[in-house]
């Protein structure tokens, strides 16, 4: 009977142990959230999606734009637009500039392996709208 209530005794504890850690790492930062660039929209006007026929109306549909830092890279998203985008990546002493074309949805990539380490300032032009935010480069060349 002492071994049965030893033995429950141990599983109740390990098992408690096992609970503790899993809740642990759920509250734990995820990465993407972290390396994601803050974006502000500094002005210009909202594009209008085309109507199929004169029965529907034209609502505005306005772009999604979002950029991450990760690893020696921007990686940035545009949704809902059409055209080009341009980016460019400003610092202390030196500056990037990239070039895509998006059809509704496009993605790209900016190398920053050859840039020095400090405080840098991107801009993404879509047409007349002008997304900006920064990032902290830590290392040189990488």
């Not at 990465?31 to 500094?42: E, F, H, K, S």
């Not at 026929?53 to 991450?68: C, K």
Request: with cysteine; charged share 20%.
């Amino acid at each position: 009977m002492k071994k049965t209530v030893w033995v429950l005794f141990l599983m109740t504890m390990c098992s408690g142990l096992l609970f503790s850690a899993s809740i642990d790492n759920a509250n734990e930062v995820k990465d993407d959230v972290q390396d994601r660039i803050a974006l502000g929209r500094l002005g210009g006007t909202t594009r209008g999606a085309n109507a199929m026929s004169s029965t529907f109306s034209v609502q505005s549909v306005e772009p999604v734009v979002e950029a991450y830092n990760s690893q020696n890279v921007i990686s940035i998203s545009v949704q809902n637009y059409r055209g080009g985008a341009w980016v460019e990546i400003i610092g202390p002493r030196e500056a990037k500039q990239s070039y895509f074309e998006v059809y509704d949805m496009g993605f790209e990539v900016v190398n920053l392996s050859g840039l020095r380490a400090g405080e840098y300032t991107i801009r993404i032009t879509l047409g007349s709208e002008v997304y900006t935010g920064t990032f902290k480069k830590v290392l040189y060349g990488r």
